[in-house]
């Protein structure tokens, strides 16, 4: 079992910055895959950006340009830096992982004002 939780969500204005965290409660080193999803009211979730263990990342077309999944091993955390924030980046986001199975964090608040 693998938990994942996350910090740093809060309510910023358009086109400021948040920095979400996801600490998982084992060595990330080996998980093949990380990634943050996110889901607006009303709407499904969606995956905003992925992370492999060799460090390859993509993002949905969405954010590109303006948010950055990065991931340091050492301290078995997985970030996403948010830049230039829009109303519609308004959204729980979830942290996840695949290790032969889903795992998923409790989620953190992001509110964007405009």
């Known amino acids: 079992q693998v938990q994942l939780v996350e910090s740093g969500g809060g309510l910023v204005q358009a086109g400021g910055s948040l920095r979400l965290s996801c600490a998982a409660s084992?060595?990330?080193?080996?998980?093949?895959?990380m990634a943050w999803y996110r889901q607006a009211p009303g709407k499904q979730r969606e995956r905003v950006a992925r992370i492999t263990s060799n460090g390859k990342s993509t993002y949905a077309d969405s954010v590109k340009g303006r948010f950055t999944i990065s991931r340091d091993n050492a301290k078995n955390t997985v970030y996403l830096q948010m830049n230039s924030l829009k109303p519609d980046d308004t959204a729980v986001y979830y942290c996840y992982c695949w290790r032969g199975t889903d795992y998923w964090g409790q989620g953190t608040q992001v509110t964007v004002s405009s």
């Open positions: 084992e060595s990330i080193f080996s998980i093949p895959v």
